[in-house]
Nanobody, 128 residues
Framework: QVQLAESGGGLVQAGGSLRLSCAAS????????MGWFRQVAGKDLEFVAA???????????SYARSVQDRFTISREDAKNTVYLQMNNLRPEDTAVYYC??????????????????WGQGTQVTVYS
């Protein structure tokens, strides 16, 4: 059973940065794409970013338009960890952030049903 644990959330002023981490355990990490989603209370889950798995380290990435050029997703297979570097944060980035494992090696189309394992989430709060 794969377990995902997010960390790195917190309170930050607008314009600041945070780096989220998601550590996987209990199953296979390499060979699978990984993604980040976020959710504001009372609203739908929103795709943020995803990264595919490449046998030779040649992973591809995909981003929501709202975070393009501000967020960067990366992975370190040796540590079974995926990261989300968030720069120039805005109040509208405030949400609970979840990492998830894709059902395959790609990064899909940003739909939550493409992912089979999810973490518990970490809160990110951006104040102006």
């Amino acid at each position: 059973q794969v377990q995902l644990a997010e960390s790195g959330g917190g309170l930050v002023q607008a314009g600041g940065s945070l780096r989220l981490s998601c550590a996987a355990s209990g199953g296979t990490f390499s060979g699978y794409g990984m993604g980040w989603f976020r959710q504001v209370a009372g609203k739908d889950l929103e795709f943020v970013a995803a990264i595919s798995w490449g046998e030779w380290g040649d992973s591809g990435t995909s981003y929501a338009r709202s975070v393009q050029d501000r967020f960067t997703i990366s992975r370190e297979d040796a540590k079974n960890t995926v990261y989300l570097q968030m720069n120039n944060l805005r109040p509208e980035d405030t949400a609970v952030y979840y990492c998830a494992r894709h059902r395959g090696s790609g990064y899909g189309r940003g739909a939550s049903f493409e992912y089979d394992y999810w973490g518990q989430g970490t809160q990110v709060t951006v104040y102006s």
